[in-house]
């Protein structure tokens, strides 16, 4: 199927509300544009061999400048309120380096007759020069053309003065209905883009006050609800370690990370869906608050993948219509392109990778909407779960209960590696190098952060202070660890 | 009877088979769950780019506290490494941590390869060439790249 069939086939698709289709790129409108633009262009007699001579003469480096308007930006502003006061002066114009003289566009190889029309228009240019200031952006192209000519094209130099070359500018009224059409569903585009991101925003908010309420353990009060909570919390925390595992819309690594396109993210996202099925997490779960939540969870990615889907449909229409424009009018519709990066940052974040290699990250606005909403599910939603690999001790990869912490960075280890480091007479800390570990003793013992753990990790806990009452009986016969044993007892284990 | 393996070798050799490094792998022995063969690929832009080389790693009983013993299967012209293939390196022996690891030890080794230090060298002779007749000893290394840490067919 043709692009622009199944461009059309998608939108009208009822996946889409019916209030973003407005803002969908214009494809079939743009196409017929430049076809009105190709008939305009060979009205004066520049088909698009005649315009594809010109441009190869031309090194491709820094051809022609072909491009319409004031460095190309003439494309857009004849749309930008700004500019507005002087609307007439923006239309976009092909222009064209020619020899007011002799009407040579400095090229032989043009056809008599256009070079016939470009030496009237040189010379209507001349005579509206006063009128016109587009000097400052004449002086540009000269100059490089000029150094170009001295190097490559010495013989030519002489039989062409170039202080007589001008800038011919053919105004072209379709390629303005053009961009006309294209750049207001931007703005378009980018305003859905800013009220959904809005949108899902809110809801990852209060979504994660639901998760927060449904998982935060209950420590006083009714045991019973304690014990429904703690469970709960176990399934959270699975259902988000796998979400982790394998992130739906935003790789941290591996070789495509970044932004993930539509397509692996809703083939991401129906893995996990079979994942959380399989498991059958949502039946465990206890309470009717806790399965909603889950379900607003599920909902929320759908969401989110949708809002991509829209965005990147109409970044890759749009990418194809200025291809289709820069291939059969010859004019620079990428310089447009260029711009607009700059008036919508968002469409950066893809920067070049996206149209020269290759399909990794998404298009457009796309790809923005996959960082920014895959960050706040992470911190708003995700955090309020804590996984346990954050709590692992740098040494031994378990919990590190009885956490202490050496006072000279932020990590915490189990009590026992601790030990273990002290009988073999290691004085530096494993992680920031410090000479630490030999002052450590009781004092040491993150209370905090077991209290964190207690809570969070209550089965863990647990099975870890077994771990370690054996491990302390089988040292009873004292040495370096004796001290801390001591303090080990002064501690009341809650979990129990 | 062993010791039952302690968490931390079952995680990281998790890790190593899910998480792979480029251009290094270690397999652990299926009746020593200690012991590793390890491929370490030449790193590119050096003299040993196009090399894979063999190596053999052991955890020690008291690993993490002591670092991972290990040398050099693969012949290697290189002035930190010996004709045994130990190797000179700061992270195995007092620089070691307990808070490295097995994959960080084997990108060490790697970039050890990519930076070899005739400043502090453990192969005398090769560490001389070095210093005398850099671009033969680069030769040489090249050379022996070739002859011995070619992939087998």
Redesign the interface.
């Known amino acids: 199927m043709k692009f622009g069939q199944e461009f059309q086939k998608a939108l009208a698709s009822t996946e889409f509300p019916e209030e973003w289709r407005g803002s969908a790129i214009d494809y079939k409108h743009l196409k017929k544009c430049i076809k009105k633009i190709n008939t305009e262009l060979e009205s004066i007699g520049l088909d698009g061999e005649t315009l594809h001579h010109l441009s190869e003469w031309m090194s491709p480096a820094d051809s022609i400048q072909t491009v319409a308007g004031q460095d190309g930006k003439g494309y857009y502003s004849a749309a930008t309120p700004s500019l507005a006061a002087v609307p007439e002066e923006f239309t976009p114009q092909l222009r064209i380096l020619v020899d007011s003289k002799t009407g040579t566009p400095l090229d032989a190889t043009l056809a008599p007759e256009t070079r016939e029309s470009l030496q009237k228009l040189a010379k209507h240019e001349m005579a509206a020069a006063g009128r016109r200031e587009h000097v400052g952006s004449v002086k540009r192209p000269l100059d490089r053309l000029r150094r170009r000519t001295a190097t490559e094209d010495t013989a030519r130099k002489q039989s062409v003065s170039l202080e007589d070359a001008r800038w011919v500018q053919v105004p072209l009224a379709s390629a303005k209905d053009f961009f006309e059409l294209l750049e207001p569903k931007l703005q378009e585009l980018e305003t859905l883009r800013e009220a959904e991101t809005a949108k899902l925003e809110e809801e990852i908010f209060d979504l994660g006050e639901a998760v927060e309420n449904v998982v935060e353990p209950v420590r006083e009060g009714f045991e019973a609800r304690r014990e429904v909570s703690y469970r709960d919390l176990y399934f959270w925390r699975e259902m988000f370690r796998l979400y982790m595992e394998k992130p739906i819309f935003y790789s941290e690594h591996g070789p495509n990370g970044g932004a993930l396109t539509f397509k692996e993210a809703h083939s991401r996202l129906e893995d996990y869906d079979m994942r959380i099925r399989s498991t059958g997490l949502l039946e465990k779960m206890r309470t009717p608050e806790a399965r909603q939540a889950a379900k607003r969870f599920l909902d929320l990615n759908v969401d989110i993948l949708k809002i991509m889907h829209f965005q990147e449909m109409n970044a890759r229409a749009m990418t194809k219509i200025l291809k289709k424009f820069d291939k059969q009018t010859r004019l620079e519709g990428r310089a447009f392109l260029r711009n607009l990066r700059t008036q919508y940052p968002a469409l950066l974040t893809n920067g070049r990778t996206g149209t020269g290699g290759g399909s990794t990250s998404p298009g457009g606005f796309a790809s923005s909407i996959a960082r920014d909403l895959n960050a706040e599910l992470a911190t708003k939603v995700l955090g309020i779960v804590p996984q346990v690999e954050d709590w692992n001790c ?5 919990m590190a209960w009885r956490p202490v912490n050496l006072g000279c960075c932020t ?1 915490v280890f189990c009590i026992n ?1 601790i030990i ?2 002290q009988e ?1 007479g ?1 004085e ?1 800390c ?2 920031c ?1 410090k000479e630490t570990v030999l002052q450590a003793n009781g004092r040491n013992i993150d209370f905090e952060a077991m209290d964190f753990m207690e809570k969070y990790f209550p089965l863990e806990a647990k099975k870890r202070q077994k771990f370690h009452d054996r491990a302390a009986k089988m040292a009873e016969r004292g040495g370096g660890g004796g001290k801390h044993e001591e303090e080990k007892e002064k501690i009341p284990c809650r979990t129990m | 009877m062993a010791a039952p393996l ?3 070798i079952i ?2 050799t998790e890790r190593l088979q899910n998480e792979p490094v480029p251009g290094i792998s270690a397999l652990p022995h299926d009746d020593n769950a200690r012991y590793f063969d390890v491929m370490v690929e030449g790193p590119g832009g050096s003299c040993y780019e196009g090399g894979v080389f063999n190596l053999e790693l052991f955890l020690p009983d ?1 690993y ?3 670092a991972p013993k290990i040398r050099f299967l693969t012949r290697i012209y290189h002035p930190n490494i010996d004709r045994l293939g130990r190797i000179c390196l700061d992270v195995l022996k007092n620089n070691w ?4 690891q097995i994959r960080t030890i084997l990108l060490s080794i790697q970039a050890l390869l990519g930076a070899p230090n005739p400043e502090d060298p453990l192969n005398e002779a090769v560490a001389k060439q070095w210093k005398e007749n850099q671009a033969e000893a680069i030769k040489t290394a090249r050379e022996w790249t070739a002859l011995y840490a070619t992939a087998k067919k």
């Not at chain 1, 740098?394 to 378990?398: E, I, M, Q, S, T």
């Not at chain 2, 941590?97 to 490295?100: D, T």
Request: glycine share 0%; aromatic share 4%; proline share 18%.
């Open positions: 740098p040494v031994c990869y378990a990590s590696c273990k480091l073999e290691v530096r494993p992680v190098d | 302690p968490k931390r995680k990281e008291d993490p506290m002591t941590s307990p808070a490295l």
